[in-house]
């Protein structure tokens, strides 16, 4: 197609969730009351590993960032989301669609390369307990995560620019209730072959091979963990990495399911029902999960709350 004919899109009407009139409001506060839950929760543990020497692990490091990117991803999505429940869809420029996509996708990178890091550190520290500080330092945990956010922002970059370089020419409609990849390319007019294949490959880059590291470094630490003799000394190392495995399994278990649905055709309402697990529940459970099963955490609470108390009581006297 002509450059001069294409008449290139400025404005997209994003269409949101589409809840039925009658239950908007009950919609609108559920996904606050969410919001204000992630970052809270997720704000918490980012405190408690700052504040609590009991808590300065590497392990404890990787899961603060990983709050951090809970943090950022939601308030990338959510705000937005609960404009579009209440006007049942806003009009943004395809800048800030754009950019709501860049971040989206560097921060959904992010968490499954850090996913894939904290399953390396439960590994060493199952797998090779008596060389866990020689492997795992806290300059090879800092390089980590900066690796971990340089290759997140770089593949968000090249895949922000490529999509950028496309001709937009309608409809400006976006069923959606955010920038996601597949709903934006439907806008598209260019061929997007070229485009898929560099999908296909971040994708790879970024999620196929990090949920297999994962997988083979499980399948070492179950094997690790049936040669311990006593059940409690199994129940026991087990529960160092449950927590992880559990949101791992949620967290690719939705990604798996949103392919499969987009690949097999089924109705934007599915799609936005299965983006809605990994974008905002995801992000609610991490912390939830991690409270509620580590025992760690849990004393770094107390400890804080007693700390807290005896404070009160001795302004009082």
Avoid at 158 to 168: A, E, K
Avoid at 187 to 195: E, F, R, T
Avoid at 197 to 222: G, H, Q
Wanted: charged fraction near 10%; include cysteine.
């Amino acid at each position: 197609m002509n450059e001069k004919n294409v008449s290139r899109i400025t404005m997209i009407h994003l269409l949101g969730l589409q809840t039925p009139h009658s239950i908007t409001f009950l919609i609108f506060f559920l996904l606050l009351l969410i919001y204000c839950l992630t970052i809270c929760g997720n704000f918490l543990i980012i405190t408690l590993v700052s504040y609590s020497k009991s808590l300065h692990s590497p392990m404890y490091v990787f899961l603060s960032q990983l709050s951090l990117s809970d943090i950022l991803l939601v308030t990338d999505i959510l705000p937005n989301t609960l404009h579009t429940v209440l006007m049942k869809g806003i009009i943004i420029s395809f800048a800030d669609c754009m950019t709501q996509f860049f971040f989206f996708v560097v921060l959904e990178g992010l968490q499954c390369l850090l996913l894939t890091v904290m399953c390396y550190d439960r590994y060493v520290a199952i797998c090779k307990p008596l060389h866990y500080t020689l492997l795992m330092n806290f300059q090879l945990c800092w390089l980590m995560i900066i690796i971990c956010w340089v290759l997140s922002i770089l593949v968000g970059l090249i895949g922000n620019l490529t999509v950028s370089q496309l001709d937009f020419c309608g409809p400006d409609i976006v069923d959606h209730f955010f920038c996601d990849l597949d709903p934006v390319l439907q806008l598209s007019c260019s061929d997007i072959a070229n485009v898929l294949l560099e999908v296909t490959i971040m994708n790879f880059v970024l999620a196929v091979i990090p949920f297999f590291i994962i997988i083979i470094s499980y399948v070492y630490i179950i094997i690790t963990i049936f040669k311990i003799p006593s059940i409690t000394g199994r129940q026991k190392v087990f529960s160092t990495c449950s927590s992880h495995l559990t949101i791992v399994c949620i967290y690719y278990g939705t990604l798996v399911c949103v392919y499969l649905v987009l690949s097999r055709g089924q109705s934007g309402g599915s799609t936005k029902f299965l983006s809605l697990l990994y974008t905002v529940i995801t992000p609610l459970m991490n912390p939830i999960i991690y409270s509620l099963r580590n025992k760690d955490l849990k004393k770094a609470v107390a400890k804080i709350i007693n700390h807290c108390l005896q404070l009160h009581i001795s302004k009082e006297s």
